[in-house]
């Protein structure tokens, strides 16, 4: 095996244009107030709330509103369609998994 060498011929604008953009994606993070949450109650369980919606006992949790769990469940399938892309093209070809 050989060792991996630099590249010699790099672009480097592509890297300036990286470091610009995490500069300002920095500069507005860090210049961005959070405020306290507005709709979720500080004693209220978000996590209880999903469970409760999932098993089909919404009201039991202290959240009044179950609206989330649509987008939580959109959310899931998006993440597992992500997963199962990624091993499909991480699997060497004439291979079994």
Same mark, same amino acid.
């Given at each position: 095996m050989s060792r991996p060498e630099l590249a010699r011929d +790099? %672009?480097? @604008?592509?890297?300036?244009?990286?470091? +610009?953009?995490? @500069? @300002?994606?920095?500069?507005a993070f860090l210049a961005t107030s959070f405020? *306290? +949450?507005?709709w979720? *109650?500080?004693?209220a369980?978000?996590?209880? %709330?999903?469970?409760?919606?999932?098993v089909g006992l919404a009201g039991q949790g202290g959240l009044a509103d179950e609206s989330f769990l649509a987008a939580f469940e959109l959310v899931?399938?998006?993440l597992v369609a992500a997963l199962v892309g990624a091993?499909?093209?991480?699997?060497k070809d004439g291979?079994? @998994?």
């Open positions: +790099a %672009n480097f @604008a592509r890297g300036l244009g990286a470091l +610009a953009l995490f @500069a @300002a994606l920095a500069g405020g *306290p +949450a507005a979720f *109650p500080a004693d369980s978000v996590v209880g %709330n999903v469970g409760y919606s999932l899931d399938i998006v091993v499909t093209l991480a699997r291979g079994d @998994a």
